[in-house]
């Protein structure tokens, strides 16, 4: 009896032993299943943020080459942007992996952003593996919404950046996947919505329109010049007003007035032009006055032009012109209505409907109507 009983106790303990060992394998197992499933996560969280990261770099180059991707636009190209086309820019992060991980690849481009300007705006693809599944979508898409992007979407749904679906496939030169998470830059990018952007933005047009005038005026004495603008490409405004300098190597181009202390531009077009000094070596166009001095290789006033003086290297066309000082015209002039001033020699022949000036030279004078002059040379 004593025999059996250690047999059976034997064999219970046994059976124990057998059953804590199974239960252990079953816990690592399934411990290593999590920290399998916790790490698969990681990585394709990590996918996203990689994903994301590459998007910015397209959007930057989407503003800095612009006018070239808007050529290439028109033309009809398809413009795909490689991680080695971005490195070559120079705008990808220093170690940026340039693929997102085994269970995705990713593809930039350029398309029109569908407004009216067509602005360039970047795109992107995330395609998941063809074993993918739904989970590392979800974990790749939360890795790219935590890198800074705005929104995602995928085939079907969603309806902000659906709209460029058939652009982007135009580009792919394949329709999107049913299960590839796309982004475009209009929607898919955090933009600071009161912010005043140097470039256009992508869908958002007004984010690049000052709301208010640009004062550069001094308050401080000693800084009469006030603040200034210099290097500019080109300027284009309603109305500019400046206490300063503006030095623009384009064209300044205003619908209202340019007043400033001095300008000195390629070509001045504005209703007003006021300053104490304009010169302008293309041409300059103007609808009524410039309070100081211009210099301009030709002058185009399309209502009446005031000046302090006004010397041109080309030819002079006004509805009237008045002049503190002296008007010298190296070409013709033509004056449909009234010439005033201190005196007017022109190189070329002299079209006025009235002239009332202390003294007229020019080799050639057609008068429609008064001529009142203190004295006139070659009339």
């Not at 004593?2 to 219970?12: E, F, K, Q, V």
Request: proline share 4%; glycine share 14%; net charge neutral.
């Amino acid at each position: 009896m004593t025999r059996r009983r250690r047999h059976i106790c034997g064999a219970s303990e046994l059976l124990g032993v057998l059953l804590l060992a199974a239960l252990a394998g079953t816990a690592l197992t399934f411990h290593y299943e999590a920290r399998a499933h916790t790490r698969g996560q990681e990585l394709d969280r990590a996918a996203g943020r990689i994903f994301a990261a590459w998007f910015h770099a397209a959007h930057r180059a989407s503003l800095e080459h612009a006018a070239a991707f808007s050529v290439r636009l028109g033309a009809g190209d398809a413009i795909i942007l490689t991680p080695a086309r971005l490195r070559a820019l120079g705008l990808a992060p220093a170690g940026l992996p340039e693929t997102p991980g085994r269970n995705a690849t990713f593809t930039l481009g350029i398309i029109a952003d569908g407004t009216p300007r067509g602005v360039p705006m970047a795109f992107g693809v995330l395609e998941l593996a063809a074993d993918g599944g739904m989970a590392h979508g979800t974990a790749m898409r939360l890795g790219a919404l935590a890198a800074g992007l705005a929104a995602l979407e995928q085939f079907g749904g969603g309806a902000l950046m659906a709209a460029h679906l058939p652009a982007i496939g135009t580009a792919l030169g394949r329709p999107v996947g049913p299960d590839a998470i796309y982004v475009t830059a209009d929607h898919g990018l955090r933009y600071l919505e009161n912010a005043l952007y140097r470039r256009a933005q992508p869908g958002r047009p007004y984010l690049n329109r000052m709301e208010t005038g640009l004062d550069l005026s001094s308050g401080d004495p000693a800084d009469p010049a006030g603040r200034n603008i210099s290097g500019a490409g080109a300027v284009t405004a309603r109305a500019a007003a400046l206490a300063g300098t503006a030095e623009v190597g384009g064209n300044i181009t205003a619908d209202d007035a340019v007043t400033a202390q001095r300008v000195a531009a390629a070509a001045v077009s504005a209703r007003e032009a006021g300053g104490a000094s304009l010169t302008v070596t293309s041409e300059m166009t103007v609808g009524h006055a410039v309070t100081g001095a211009a210099t301009a290789a030709s002058v185009n006033a399309r209502g009446r032009l005031d000046a302090g003086g006004l010397r041109t290297a080309g030819a002079l066309n006004a509805q009237a012109l008045s002049s503190a000082t002296a008007v010298k015209v190296a070409g013709a002039a033509a004056i449909t209505g009234t010439l005033d001033g201190e005196q007017a020699g022109v190189t070329g022949a002299l079209q006025a409907g009235v002239v009332a000036v202390q003294a007229a030279h020019g080799p050639e004078a057609h008068i429609d109507g008064a001529m009142t002059v203190g004295s006139c040379g070659g009339c």
